[in-house]
Structures are given as structure tokens and as C-alpha cells.
């Protein structure tokens, strides 16, 4: 009997075992259930040798051009948090890099932006930075990232010989918009060290998170720039060469992928959401709605978001294996 009961209470220690992992890992389960199931669905929609052959006709000369090109733009976003915290992250680029694509890789794989939780967490485990000064900094490269797109999208808009005289200095009133919206900070701030101690001091962390001065939010807002116009050229290009026409079509496409990333509903790996907005964007922007055409664009979206995926896990790679991780004690 003794032993009966004992083997009852290891089997119930096993499924509690068994339950704990599947709620610690649930996240990343769902993501995989999902990228499983997406697998099988473009193997039904499209055929995965109809996806792989229009890679191959476009050759391997610009596909590793477009991969570089995109790998380079997750330096650019380094570059940016270290010239944001110069001082927190001196002669520590390559950890900074490191950091900077794992964050990105979580953000593509799990749903729903979860994946932007883990840069506060992972600058205050590499630099000691606090939670909230990490976040403030976040926020602000986030509302930039989403304020580039926006401004390359309403230049496509703004641009055609039909357009009305007015519509260019609204765009360029939106395109400087954010630097006084960085002047508002001065005051605000100021206002808010009034609160009570404890409050106050998250305050003052929110704001070591902002650019120390213009000359500096000025220089992030411009690697943001950078950084985004370079992923939307290639993958405008690289749309072309998959036949997307006309080149509008082609531009438009790439923005709607990547406005699909930036915003709040995000699918694990971005698989359906991501060449959805690829679609949406194409069709915007001039892309003819026919059968035929949108079978060629719904190819072209699918191996445009596989290209995005793959630069991020071949970023992530070389990254770790420049700046391994430091065992921990």
C-alpha cells in the first residue's frame, strides 16, 4: 500500500511538473503552434516550391544584398540606444547590439508586442539600467518609429501631379512635428517634480529615459530615419524583383508590413498580419486588384515576411556569437 501511495505522488509531482513548464513556456508554445500552422497553410495556399522558386528567380545576388542591408539596419538601431545612453553603455557596442536583436527577435515572435516587455528587462540586467528610465527611452523610439512610417507614408500620398498645393506644407508640418513635441518636455517634466517623493523619483527616472538635448533627440530621430527608409527601399526592391508593380505598389506594400509590426496588433512572428499589411499597402497604393495580380502580391508578401524573419534570426546569430552572453554565478 506504502508503495502504491508513493508512485500516486510521484505521478502527481510529474503532472505538476509537466503543468508548471507548459504555463512558463505557454507564450512560446502558442508562438510555435502558430508558426506550425501558418507552414501548413501557405503549403495549402501557395506551395512551398512555388515560394521557394521565387526566391530563386531572383538569385542569390540580391537576396544576400537585401539580407545585408536589412541585418544593417538592427546596427543602426544599436547605435541608436548607444548614442541615446552614451555613458550606461560605453565600450560595450557589441552587448548593446546583442541586446538590441534578442529584444527585436522577441518582438517579432511573441503576439500582441509582448515581446517589447523584455528591453527594460534586458537593459536592466546588461547595464543596470532602472525599469523606468528604460521604458521612458521605449516609448520615445517607439512613438519615432511609428512617426517615420507615418511620414514616409503620407509623402506616397502627398506625391502626384494631382495633388492640391496645400497638402506639401501639411506634410511637412507633420514631418518637423516631432522636435516641438520634444520642447514640451521641459515643462512638463518641470511640473511633475511636485509630486510626492516616491513619485517624483520615478519621475525624474522617466526622464534621464529622454534625450539629454535636442541636438541628441534630433540624431535619434534621424538614425530613425535611417534605419527605417533603409528597410523599406529594400523591401520595396525586393518586391519589385518578385513582380509587385508598379513601383507605388511596391513601396505602399513594404509600409503596410511594416506599419503591420509597429502597431499593437502583432501575431506571433507577425505570420498573417505582416503579409496582410504587405497586401493592404500594395493594393493602397496602386496595386491592380485583379485575381491574377493579387495571387503574384500574396506571394511576394509571404517571402518578403520570410526575408524579415530570416535577417532577424541571422542578426540575432551573428550578434550572440560576436558578444556571448556572460555565464551567470
Known amino acids: 500500500m506504502s508503495n502504491l501511495r508513493a508512485h500516486d505522488y510521484m505521478n502527481s509531482e510529474t503532472d505538476a511538473s509537466r503543468r ?3 504555463f512558463r513556456n505557454r507564450i512560446g508554445l502558442v508562438a510555435v ?13 501557395f506551395g512551398w516550391p512555388a515560394l521557394v522558386g521565387q526566391f530563386r528567380d531572383i538569385g542569390p545576388g540580391p537576396l544576400s544584398i537585401a539580407l545585408i542591408l536589412l541585418v544593417a539596419t538592427y546596427v543602426v538601431r544599436g547605435w541608436r540606444i548607444r548614442d541615446y545612453f552614451p555613458r550606461e553603455t560605453k565600450g560595450a557596442f557589441l552587448r548593446l547590439l546583442r541586446l538590441t536583436l534578442v529584444h527585436n527577435l522577441l518582438n517579432i515572435m511573441l503576439p500582441m508586442r509582448t515581446g517589447e516587455a523584455s528591453f527594460p528587462l534586458l537593459m536592466r540586467t546588461e547595464f543596470g539600467m532602472p525599469l523606468a528610465r528604460a521604458t521612458a527611452a521605449l516609448l520615445v523610439m517607439r512613438l519615432l518609429d511609428l512617426h517615420a512610417l507615418l511620414a514616409a507614408a503620407g509623402l506616397g500620398l502627398v506625391i502626384g501631379p494631382d495633388r492640391p498645393a496645400w497638402v506639401w506644407p501639411l506634410w511637412l508640418l507633420f514631418l518637423a512635428a ?7 518636455k521641459r515643462p512638463l517634466f518641470a511640473l511633475a517634480r511636485r509630486l510626492p517623493g516616491r513619485l517624483r523619483h520615478i519621475v525624474e527616472e522617466l526622464e534621464r529615459g529622454m534625450p539629454v538635448n535636442a541636438a541628441a533627440f534630433v540624431r535619434a530621430w534621424l538614425a530613425t530615419v535611417v534605419n527605417w527608409g533603409t528597410k523599406v527601399v529594400v523591401l520595396a526592391w525586393v518586391l519589385t524583383l518578385m513582380g509587385v508593380h508598379p513601383l507605388s505598389a511596391s513601396f505602399g ?6 506599419l503591420s509590426s509597429v502597431l499593437p496588433v502583432h501575431a506571433p512572428g507577425g505570420v498573417g498580419t505582416y503579409p496582410a499589411g504587405i497586401v493592404a499597402g500594395g493594393l ?19 517571402n ?14 551573428l550578434a550572440v556569437l560576436a558578444a556571448p552572453g556572460q555565464p551567470r554565478r
Not at 284 to 302: C, D, R, S
Open 253 to 258: 506594400g513594404a509600409l503596410g508590413g511594416e
Open 33 to 45: 503552434a502558430v508558426v506550425v500552422a501558418y507552414g501548413a497553410f501557405l503549403q495549402w495556399a
Open 284 to 302: 493602397g497604393f496602386g496595386a491592380a486588384p485583379t485575381a491574377q495580380f493579387l495571387g503574384i502580391l500574396g506571394k511576394a508578401a509571404v
Open 304 to 317: 518578403a515576411h520570410l526575408l524579415i524573419l530570416l535577417s532577424a534570426f541571422v542578426g540575432t546569430g
Open 178 to 184: 516631432p522636435l516641438p513635441a520634444y520642447m514640451l
Open 20 to 22: 508548471s513548464w507548459i
